[in-house]
């Protein structure tokens, strides 16, 4: 499945969850900005949708219920990404402040906070992935396994086809990366086939016959398999 599809179970999931309060947050809240950052930079980093909350409900130090944009938890951390636009935050001084406020509190209790721009994700949204990528590399790394058993291990062929999809938005379709990487087009059927029992790659079929039209990277962009 691509993203399209995870998204939507993902949410559907967090909706089905909730009730209430919660509930109409994340309604009310999980719009444009939100939806373009998971698309856009979370999807491309992660590949998945594990440990990822919309409209996180945090208290403020008041007691008050906050709702968070979107919160990761990794481990025994908590990193919140909050969406910025000019329109909702930087008009108004009182919410200005009390978003800030409300972010440098997050960090007191331990929880770190990225400030997104929706006006940079919308026109640069490859310089928000570069500066996720290496800040949230330790994380990315700590969930993937310590070691690789024997099955797990790559061949050549293998890291091309996962760095050649990569490079073309997670998406490798056979014709194309057997003339980019000079391969007959069944050995990158017969490798991308691997990939897939390794959980590396994802088929993607169309069509009422259901024949496969590309493979999907489902992967990390940090993987230690494609060195």
């Not at 939806?35 to 949708?49: D, I, M, N, S, Y």
């Not at 403020?60 to 219920?65: C, I, K, N, Q, Y």
Request: proline content about 4%.
């Amino acid at each position: 499945m691509g993203f399209a599809r995870e998204h939507e179970q993902w949410l559907l999931k967090h909706l089905k969850r909730r009730k209430g309060e919660r509930l109409d947050a994340l309604r009310r809240g999980h719009g444009y900005g939100n939806r373009l950052f998971v698309e856009q930079v979370w999807w491309p980093l992660a590949g998945h949708f594990h440990g990822l909350h919309p409209e996180y409900e945090v208290k403020d130090w008041r007691g008050r219920s906050y709702f968070v944009d979107i919160l990761w938890e990794v481990g025994s951390s908590r990193i919140a990404f909050e969406i910025m636009d000019y329109g909702s935050h930087g008009m108004d001084r009182s919410k200005y402040r009390m978003d800030l406020n409300r972010g440098l509190f997050l960090q007191s209790q331990a929880c770190t906070v990225h400030y997104i721009s929706l006006d940079e994700l919308k026109e640069n949204p490859s310089f928000i992935l570069s500066v996720l990528r290496n800040t949230l590399f330790p994380y990315l790394s700590a969930e993937m396994p310590a070691h690789r058993s024997t099955e797990k291990s790559y061949s050549k062929i293998e890291r091309d086809l996962m760095r050649s999809a990569i490079r073309h938005h997670r998406v490798l379709r056979p014709v194309e990366a057997a003339r980019e990487l000079e391969l007959y087009i069944t050995t990158v059927i017969k490798y991308s086939r691997m990939l897939v029992d390794k959980g590396k790659f994802r088929p993607v079929a169309r069509g009422a016959s259901q024949r496969i039209n590309y493979y999907e990277y489902i992967g990390t962009l940090q993987s230690p398999d494609l060195v």
